[in-house]
């Protein structure tokens, strides 16, 4: 056998003898309609194909997380025997970005991995049928057959019901990149990155001799070909190519093999020299640094509890993890800017060559790490467990937790690093008031000041009058007992 067949059947005898500890896995969302029109009254992206919404998940990107779901199941459920076959809420927690086509990415991939089954929902007591109805009144419309249907049962099928947490730019977890909380520094940023606008002016210069002429015609006018339009054009030329159309630009005589070959180059070299390549690598440590520091926190803890069974083989130190705080797995569903910012982030970390080690996530993509320890080995401290790292399956890093956590945090970003850099205040972690802003906040409370001051003079002095004239109002003479009357 040769010597390279034998050491990847020994790989996978290891890696099936692993027993998993705790895993984390971020994914882009799936396939998704174009972000930008071309023309926005007819609903056309930039290579003039048409599409009802903007951004949203179409059915093949459902179906690509749905069968990520199943791929996963098979990993962590039926083969790993990691997590339980149904549904648990304290086995996963599941975050996604506050935007449609992550949470319905997320929920897709949530079929795959717990699919329904064709029998009903869970069993309710009998006597609790009349008392499990809403507070509004089920007799708006009859629905009699309905409720005959659904018998004691929960819900017509089977159903599996699985909360997915968001996730906000408040919380400084994901959507960082943009700088949109992170005004003060935009501009700072932007000038560090300008010093890779030669790469990008080349890549522009390179689309007007590839294609300026033919683009011409095809629009039936001049445009401004700069890497807004560069970047919407491989938007909606990509959005089309996975959902496999049969598009006009191609009819029309343009390659589709090469339209395909410059976007590619284009949308690495946009992340990863421009968005993501200042020195510092600010961005990256922005995005990456509270999810990291979350993944080492929860790792640690199943760690600890595995040390503690293997110590401590007949008590039941798994009753100390039951709630929500102790997930055996985190499931992220991101962007391709979440998902490029860690893989910088973990480039600078374990001193990568940033061009060999990141891979451009296309639709659907995952990144995982897995903490594992070998089954022939007793857990009993930190040295026992690994991390592996993978991008969409192929191993990037095979590193030792003591290791792992030494690199990564030295690279961290705390939220007070976070704070002074994004112009947030220490405290709170909202963004601190612009002079500006102060000044007029100074001149509001002066003047509201004032009038309250005014209003609080004339109330006096309106009382004091009062006090000392004789009222003359019929109603008020009537309040006063009317001495000469009762004389």
């Known amino acids: 056998m040769p010597f390279f067949q034998s050491i990847i059947l020994l790989l996978l005898f290891l890696e099936i003898n692993n027993e998993y500890i705790f895993v984390m896995t971020h994914f882009r969302h799936g396939a998704r309609a174009p972000q930008k029109f071309y023309n926005k009254e007819k609903y056309l992206d930039y290579t003039l194909e048409y599409w009802k919404t903007p951004g949203e998940l179409t059915p093949a990107g459902q179906r690509m997380h749905y069968l990520l779901g199943i791929r996963n199941r098979i990993r962590y459920i039926d083969d790993g025997k990691f997590l339980k076959d149904k549904f648990d809420p304290h086995e996963i927690l599941i975050y996604s970005s506050c935007i449609n086509r992550t949470i319905v990415s997320a929920a897709s991939q949530l079929q795959g991995l717990y699919p329904q089954f064709a029998q009903k929902g869970e069993s309710i007591y009998e006597n609790q049928t009349n008392y499990s109805n809403p507070q509004v009144s089920i007799k708006y419309k009859i629905i009699d057959e309905q409720i005959e249907q659904l018998g004691k049962y929960s819900l017509p099928n089977s159903m599996t019901l699985i909360p997915i947490r968001m996730i906000n730019s408040n919380e400084k977890k994901m959507r960082l990149y943009d700088t949109g909380k992170c005004k003060e520094k935009a501009t700072e940023i932007k000038n560090k990155n300008a010093k890779n606008l030669s790469t990008l002016l080349e890549v522009v210069d ?27 054009f491989c938007d909606a030329f990509f959005s089309n190519y996975n959902e496999r159309r049969k598009m006009k630009i191609i009819e029309s005589g343009f390659s589709e093999s090469e339209i395909k070959e410059y976007c590619d180059d284009f949308k690495v070299k946009s992340f990863r020299d421009w968005v993501l390549g200042d020195n510092e690598h600010s961005l990256a440590h922005l995005e990456s640094s509270k999810l990291m520091s979350e993944f080492i926190y929860y790792m640690d803890k199943r760690i600890q509890n595995d040390i503690n069974k293997n110590k401590n083989p007949n008590d039941d130190v798994d009753k100390n993890l039951d709630d929500y705080s102790n997930p055996k797995m985190l499931m992220i569903s991101g962007h391709d800017t979440t998902i490029s910012c860690f893989e910088i982030f973990l480039s600078v970390a374990f001193d990568k060559n940033i061009n060999e080690f990141y891979r451009f996530p296309e639709f659907a993509s995952q990144i995982s790490f897995e903490v594992v320890r070998n089954d022939g080995i007793k857990g009993e401290k930190e040295d026992d467990y690994l991390v592996n790292y993978y991008f969409n399956d192929e191993s990037i890093l095979n590193i030792s937790v003591p290791e792992f956590k030494k690199r990564v945090k030295e690279k961290i970003w705390d939220d007070k690093k976070i704070n002074s850099f994004c112009g947030y205040s220490n405290e709170s972690g909202t963004q601190n008031i612009n002079n500006n802003d102060y000044n007029l906040m100074k001149i509001c409370l002066i003047i509201s000041a004032s009038l309250a001051l005014i209003f609080l003079i004339s109330t006096i002095v309106l009382c004091v009058k009062l006090i000392k004239n004789k009222p003359e109002s019929r109603i008020y003479n009537s309040l006063i007992p009317n001495n000469e009357e009762e004389e």
């Open 206 to 232: 390179n689309f007007k001799k590839k294609f300026s002429d033919k683009l011409k015609d095809f629009y039936g006018a001049d445009n401004k070909y700069d890497i807004s339009f560069i970047e919407h």
